[in-house]
Each structure stands twice: as C-alpha cells, then as structure tokens.
C-alpha cells in the first residue's frame, strides 16, 4: 500500500506563495500518476495539476500560470509551487497517487489565502 502526507500548508496574504510537498511511502513502485486536488468549503473536489511519472503535467485553468506541479521519483515526492495566490484559492489541498488499480489520497492540508 502506499502512504501520502502532505505538508507546507498555512496562511498566506493574496499575492503570496506557498510550496506543497507530498511524500509518499510503502509501495512507491507502483505509483504512476500523481496530482494535486483542493476542496473549498460548500465546494466540490476539483482537480488542480497532475504530473505523469515521465513529467508530462496538466493544470485547471483557474491556477494556470500560477501553480507549477514537479515530482522527485527518487525522492517519492510530489510538490506544488502556488504563486500569485488569491483569496479563492482558499481549500484543503489533497495530494494523489495512482498506481495500477487504486488511487491513493493523503489527508489534506488547509491552504488559506487573505485580503
């Protein structure tokens, strides 16, 4: 089974930057794609980046040109770069892995962005 834990979640001003990490562990072989996902209060789970495991990245629009999503193979970590942050990028940010057949989900990490 594999393991995910976010980190580098907090309270930052509109304008601000915020890295993510996401660092996986147990069966890590078997994980392919891995992604950024954010829940909002009242809102829907919605997709932000994901990343292939040979790189290949896909963004929501509403974070394009802002977020950067990278991953370290050797180092079993997935990270979110969140710059030029705005006030409705305030949710709890999850981060997936996909392996073979299941898809694996850490346990969030609150990302709140003021006026």
């Known amino acids: 089974q594999v393991q995910l834990v976010e980190s580098g979640g907090g309270l930052v001003q509109a304008g601000g930057s915020l890295r993510l990490s996401c660092a996986a562990s147990?069966?890590?072989?078997?994980?392919?794609?891995m992604g950024w996902y954010r829940q909002a209060p009242g809102k829907q789970r919605e997709l932000v980046a994901t990343?292939?495991?040979?790189?290949?990245?896909n963004y929501a629009d509403s974070v394009k040109g802002r977020f950067t999503i990278s991953r370290d193979n050797a180092k079993n970590t997935v990270y979110l770069q969140m710059n030029s942050l705005k006030p409705e990028d305030t949710a709890v940010y999850y981060c997936?892995?996909?392996?073979?057949?299941?898809?694996?989900w850490g346990q969030g990490t609150q990302v709140t962005v003021s006026s």
């Open positions: 997936k892995a996909d392996s073979q057949r299941y898809p694996y």
């Open positions: 147990g069966s890590t072989f078997s994980i392919n794609a």
């Open positions: 990343i292939s495991s040979r790189g290949s990245t």
